[in-house]
């Protein structure tokens, strides 16, 4: 089975009038982590730590990509902060995405002599993202 390539994916986000909208040509990375917390349980007199299950943490996706007439009026506004959530997908593969409501937060936009204008974001999904083979609406 062959490897997924850059190639195989895509990201796709509310624009500021809250259609969803693909931005994938002018993403260059995305980076999706989560998991769960561990909660100390080591006693006194324990030789080896130990730890309980602890809460789920929320999922985070880092983004980065160039920043113009697309992507500035999705994120520029982002930078004063907002309580509003979007709608993020991220596509792994065909039939293999990553969908959920993320309040996008961190937001950089950032312009350098002689480079192209780009921006970052993390965007932060409280409750997960969920892993579906369907693409969101």
Known sequence: MPN???????????????????????????????GSNRIDDTGLG???ERSLAGLAR???TQINGALNTTTYPIFAPLV?????TKTLE????TGKYRVGEVYVTNV???QNVGQRHSFSATLAAENGLST?????A
């Open 4 to 34: 997924w390539t850059s190639k195989n994916g895509g990201l796709r986000i509310d624009n500021a009038a809250g259609a969803i909208t693909d931005i994938s040509q002018y993403i260059n990375s995305v980076s999706d982590s989560g």
């Open 46 to 48: 324990d030789t080896r």
């Open 58 to 60: 929320g999922t985070e």
């Open 90 to 93: 991220i596509k792994y593969a």
């Open 108 to 110: 950089q936009l950032s």
């Open 132 to 136: 579906t083979s369907v693409a969101a």
């Open 80 to 84: 004063n902060g907002t309580s509003v």
